[in-house]
Structure formats: structure tokens, C-alpha cells
């Protein structure tokens, strides 16, 4: 069966072993999406079992003009996004939009792609929450812009300008953190 298939049925028949295969199907998902944001297992477990009760409670409310994996990455992100600005205290996670120097040439995607993993771990803990997010959308979860979008609820330029001005912020801090390597 299709996710819609199921969610269709279930909401017809409320039987609970067609919401325990959206769960079997989603979880493991879940949970490693979790872990990536929180850097915890013991949150990301939280997190996962918090994020399928709200889900159960939500399904309802799906309303099919997305995929259902989409959706459920929203409220995940979004969940993890809640708990990360509850953990730090501050009113914004995102960091503020300051303008981007001039730039001769446009930063390629490989070139971000070229750092070696052990650096992007060091240089992706250091910049804000937000721009790591989509960046892992974009370049780990292999998402397109318009998928993006749709999980933020952005605009397709809007993420194109997030994703350019998180690729300056990953540049810049990677040349102060490795700077002597140069």
C-alpha cells in the first residue's frame, strides 16, 4: 500500500495497525534526522517517540498536497528546530540576515562538497542551527529546492539565498578554523 493508501484507510477505520506501518516505515527516518539536529541519542529517541504522538494526533489534518514523507520531515525539523531554541535560550536561532560581501565568483557547490568530512563536522558545529539544517537538506538528504521550500514553508528564492549565504558562512568559518592549513 501507498502512504496515502494508508492514511486514507486509517482515517476511514481508524485501525491502529495501519498507523504502526506509517510508524515501521518512518521512524528509523525520524529518529536519524533527530539525531543529526540534537547530537543525542537519548533526545533523538525522545524526540522520535514525542514526534509520532503528534503525528497520531495530526493525521488527520494531512491534507495529500505533499507527500507524506515530506510532511512528516516538517514536523521533525520543526520539532527539532522547538527543542534546539528551547536549549539555548535565545528568542532567534537563526542567525540574523547581514548583508554578504561582494564575491567575484559564485561559491560552486563542489567546492563545499570538496572539504573532507572530519572538517564539514567540525565547521557544520560552528555555524548557527539553521544554516547546518538546510545544508544537510540540500546535500545530505539530496533534497531539491523546491522540496525545501515546501518543508520550511520559504519561497524557492528565499532557500536559494539561505542555502548562498550558508555556503559563505561554512566558507568563511572553514578559513578561520583551518586557517593554518592553508
Known amino acids: 500500500m501507498t502512504d496515502n493508501q494508508i492514511v486514507a484507510e486509517y ?3 481508524f485501525d491502529h495497525t495501519l498507523y504502526k506501518v506509517i510508524y515501521k516505515r518512518y521512524s528509523g527516518k525520524v529518529y536519524h534526522k533527530c539525531l543529526a539536529m540534537l547530537k543525542s541519542s537519548d533526545e533523538a529517541m525522545d524526540a ?5 504522538i503528534k503525528l497520531y494526533t495530526k493525521i488527520a489534518e494531512f491534507e495529500e498536497r505533499a507527500q507524506l514523507s515530506t510532511w512528516i520531515y516538517r514536523v521533525t525539523y520543526n520539532y527539532c528546530i522547538d527543542l534546539l ?3 539555548k535560550k535565545e528568542d532567534k536561532l537563526f542567525s540574523p540576515e547581514t548583508e554578504i560581501p561582494d564575491v567575484e565568483d559564485e561559491i ?3 567546492e563545499i562538497l570538496q ?4 572538517k564539514l563536522k567540525v565547521v557544520l558545529n560552528k555555524i548557527p542551527e539553521g544554516d547546518k539544517a538546510v545544508l544537510m537538506m540540500k546535500y545530505q538528504d539530496d533534497m531539491s529546492i523546491k522540496e525545501i ?4 514553508d520559504k ?3 528565499s532557500i536559494k539565498m539561505k542555502l ?12 578561520e578554523t583551518f586557517r593554518t592549513e592553508d
Do not use: G, M, N, W
Request: proline share 0%; glycine share 0%.
Open 11 to 13: 482515517r476511514e477505520s
Open 155 to 157: 519561497t524557492e528564492s
Open 115 to 118: 572539504i573532507e568530512v572530519k
Open 48 to 52: 522520535t517517540q514525542d514526534i509520532f
Open 108 to 110: 560552486e557547490d563542489a
Open 164 to 175: 548562498k549565504r550558508a555556503k559563505h558562512k561554512t566558507q568563511r568559518v572553514f578559513k
Open 149 to 152: 521550500a515546501a518543508i520550511l
Open 85 to 87: 531554541r528551547k536549549r
